[in-house]
C-alpha cells in the first residue's frame, strides 16, 4: 500500500529566509507527486506537481520541488518566504487512477515569522 | 475556467439530526467528482467518487451518502449525525488527462 510521510508536523522560518518542507513517499511504482495548501479556513489549493522528466518542478508563488527516486521523496523548496506563505502544506501520492484518490501525508504547518 | 462551489460553507448541527452538503461544479462537462473529509487538525481523507450520473463509489463507510443526480452535482448526506461526523468536508474534481484533482473551498461541520 501506498503512504506519504511528512515528518515536520510544524516548521517556523522568518521572513525572506529560505525553506524546505520534506515529503517521503512509500510506493512500488513511480508515483504520481503533488503539493497542495490550505489557508486558514480555506480548501486546498495545488502548489505544483510532479509526473515525469525534469524531476525539478516549478509550481505558483515561487515555490518548486525536488522529487528523488532514490530516496523516495519529494521535497518543497522556497528560495525566501513570505509571512503571507504561512498554512498547511500537504504533500499527496496519486496513483493515476480515475478514482482520484490521493493519499495525504499529515501536513505541515508553516509559520512565518515577520 | 472551471469553477467549484460548495454550499454551505458552515453548518452547526445537533447529533442525530439529519445532513445535506452540495457542491457544483461550472465549465466542465462530465467531471470525475469526488467528496473528502479532513478530522480537525488532520489529514485529508477520500470518502466518495463519482465518474457519471447515477453513479457513486463509497471508499470509506462513515454513516454517510452521496448522490449525484446531474452532471454537475455531488450530494453528501445522512440521516443522523453523529459527533465524529464533525470535521471539513471538501468536494473535488478530477482532470485525469492531468491526473490533478482541485478541490473546492469546502464546508466546515460541527456536530454538538
Known amino acids: 500500500a501506498q503512504s506519504v510521510t511528512q515528518p515536520d508536523a510544524r516548521v517556523t522560518v522568518s521572513e525572506g529566509a529560505s525553506l524546505q518542507l520534506r515529503c517521503k513517499y512509500s510506493?512500488?511504482?513511480?508515483?504520481?507527486l503533488f503539493w497542495y495548501v490550505q489557508y486558514p479556513r480555506q480548501g486546498l489549493q495545488l502548489l505544483l506537481k510532479?509526473?515525469?522528466?525534469?524531476?525539478v518542478v516549478q509550481g505558483v508563488n515561487s515555490f518548486e520541488a525536488e522529487f528523488s527516486k532514490s530516496n523516495s521523496s519529494f521535497h518543497l523548496q522556497k528560495a525566501s518566504v513570505h509571512w503571507s506563505d504561512s498554512a498547511v502544506y500537504f504533500c499527496?501520492?496519486?496513483?493515476?487512477?480515475?478514482?482520484?484518490?490521493?493519499?495525504f501525508g499529515d501536513g505541515t504547518v508553516l509559520t512565518v515569522k515577520p | 475556467a472551471q469553477t467549484i462551489h460548495q454550499w454551505p460553507v458552515a453548518e452547526i448541527k445537533a447529533v442525530g439530526s439529519p445532513l445535506s452538503l452540495g457542491c457544483t461544479i461550472k465549465?466542465?462537462?462530465?467531471?470525475?467528482l469526488y467528496w473528502y473529509w479532513q478530522a480537525t487538525g488532520g489529514t485529508l481523507q477520500q470518502l466518495f467518487y463519482?465518474?457519471?450520473?447515477?453513479?457513486v463509489e463509497s471508499v470509506v463507510q462513515l454513516n454517510l451518502s452521496a448522490s449525484r443526480p446531474k452532471d454537475d452535482q455531488f450530494i453528501l448526506s445522512t440521516e443522523k449525525l453523529l459527533l465524529s461526523h464533525s470535521g471539513f468536508y471538501l468536494c473535488?474534481?478530477?482532470?485525469?488527462?492531468?491526473?490533478?484533482?482541485?478541490f473546492g473551498a469546502g464546508t466546515r461541520l460541527s456536530v454538538l
Open positions: 473535488a474534481w478530477g482532470d485525469w488527462g492531468l491526473n490533478t484533482l482541485y
Open positions: 510506493y512500488s511504482a513511480t508515483p504520481y
Open positions: 510532479y509526473y515525469s522528466g525534469d524531476p
Open positions: 499527496a501520492l496519486s496513483m493515476s487512477t480515475n478514482t482520484g484518490k490521493l493519499t
Open positions: 465549465g466542465k462537462s462530465s467531471p470525475n
Open positions: 463519482s465518474i457519471t450520473v447515477g453513479q
